[in-house]
């Protein structure tokens, strides 16, 4: 179990979270309210299943929700761009969400890198002890 508010791509991934909520209060996503809905559930997903994976006791369900949260983070992308090609947001707003995606993406992959090393020396360790 580790303290979800001290890992630095929860703490990156739900500022992107109030950024998009503030970013689709506009006028312009209003003309749009289920891709707004969706962008925003979509991205809030991401530091949620960060939450929920620290809870779990096994490195290999921590695992899991970081692989849901990296999929969640897929599924923004996408929203985000489209609600710029609609132009719902503007490409300035939207280089800006999406360079912070990015970042989140990016530490969740680290992130997920390092509990599997975990998870397998756990592994081997335990295979170690059952043969001694």
Same mark, same amino acid.
């Given at each position: ?10 703490? !990156?991934a ?8 503030r ?7 209003h003309?749009?309210p289920?891709?707004?809905?969706q ?16 809870g ?19 599924e ?7 609600? !710029? ?13 999406e360079?912070?995606?990015s ?25 170690k002890?059952?043969?001694?």
């Amino acid at each position: 179990m580790h303290p979800f508010r001290k890992l630095a791509v929860w703490e !990156k991934a739900h500022e992107l979270t109030v950024r998009v909520h503030r970013a689709t209060e506009g006028t312009a996503m209003h003309r749009s309210p289920g891709l707004s809905s969706q962008l925003r559930r979509s991205v809030a997903a991401i530091p949620t299943n960060i939450a929920e994976g620290t809870g779990h006791s096994s490195q290999a369900q921590f695992n899991r929700f970081l692989e849901i949260s990296l999929a969640s983070a897929s599924e923004a992308d996408y929203q985000l761009l489209l609600a !710029k090609d609609l132009e719902l947001i503007s490409a300035k707003e939207y280089a800006q969400l999406e360079a912070r995606l990015s970042e989140v993406r990016a530490m969740l992959l680290g992130l997920r890198k390092r509990v599997l090393e975990r998870a397998d020396a756990a592994k081997r360790s335990a295979r170690k002890s059952q043969k001694t």
